[in-house]
C-alpha cells in the first residue's frame, strides 16, 4: 500500500549533498512535494504557509533555470548572488528554509510526543520558529492556521493506511530535512548572508 512518501515526486533522503553543498534541483523538489503536506492538514488556513513557501520555490527556480551552472547548488546560488545586487533567490531561500525548519520543527515535536495533538505540536513549533520574524499582522494568521490542525490520528491516517511503514518512513524524511535545513542555516550564518533579507 503507497504512503504520502511514497507518492512524492522527491523525497528529502533523495536530495544529493556532496562536500556539504546541496543540488538546487533536487531541493525544489523536495520542497514541492513538502507542501503538499499542508494539503492533509485540510484547512485553508494553511493556504497562506503553502502560498509563502511556493513563491520562494518559484524565485529560486527561476534563478537556477537563468544560471544553471552558478546555481547548481544552494551554496552556489547565494554566493553567485552575493556578488550582485539582486538577491531574490537568496532571499527566497531564506525564508523557504524558515518554513521548512518551521514544518520539521512540527513534524519532530509530533514524532517525539505521540500523546500530543497537533494543535499544540505545530503551535509550539512555531513559537519555536517563524514566529520571532512574523509581525502583529501576521502572527494572527498562523495561529488561526494551527487551531484549525486535524486530530492527530486523522493525520497519520491521510499519510497512509499502513502506519508502521508511514512511521518508519516519517522519521527518515524527517532525519534528512533537519539535516538539510541545518546545513542551510550554518552556511547563511558563516557568511552572513541573510543580513538584510
Known amino acids: 500500500m503507497s504512503t504520502f512518501f511514497d507518492e512524492m515526486k522527491k523525497n528529502f533522503t533523495e536530495v544529493p549533498v556532496v562536500d556539504d553543498k546541496i543540488d538546487t534541483a533536487s531541493f525544489l523538489e523536495a520542497s514541492e ?3 503538499k503536506l499542508f494539503d492533509l492538514l ?4 494553511f ?21 544553471p551552472v552558478g546555481s547548481a547548488t544552494l551554496q552556489d546560488l547565494v ?21 521548512l525548519q518551521f514544518t520539521a520543527q512540527s513534524i519532530r515535536e509530533t514524532v517525539d510526543n505521540p500523546s500530543y495533538e497537533l494543535t499544540k505540536t505545530f503551535t ?5 520558529t517563524l514566529s520571532q520574524y512574523h509581525n502583529f499582522l501576521i502572527k494572527p494568521v498562523f ?4 487551531s484549525a490542525c486535524p486530530y492527530r490520528k486523522d493525520f497519520f491516517e491521510k499519510l497512509g ?23 542551510i542555516f550554518e552556511f547563511f550564518a558563516s557568511g552572513n548572508y541573510g543580513k538584510g533579507l
Open 124 to 128: 509550539d513549533a512555531y513559537g519555536k
Open 143 to 146: 495561529k488561526l492556521a494551527m
Open 33 to 35: 512535494s513538502l507542501v
Open 79 to 99: 554566493l553567485s548572488e552575493a556578488k550582485g545586487k539582486s538577491k531574490t533567490a537568496t532571499q527566497g531561500l531564506l525564508w523557504l528554509s524558515r518554513g
Open 161 to 183: 493506511a499502513d502506519q508502521a511503514k508511514v512511521n518508519q518512513q516519517i522519521l527518515e524524511w524527517l532525519e534528512a530535512l533537519e539535516k538539510i535545513v541545518k546545513s
Open 47 to 67: 493556504a497562506v504557509v503553502q502560498k509563502d513557501m511556493t513563491g520562494n520555490i518559484t524565485k529560486i527556480r527561476a534563478n537556477l533555470l537563468a544560471d
Open 42 to 45: 485540510g484547512s485553508s488556513a
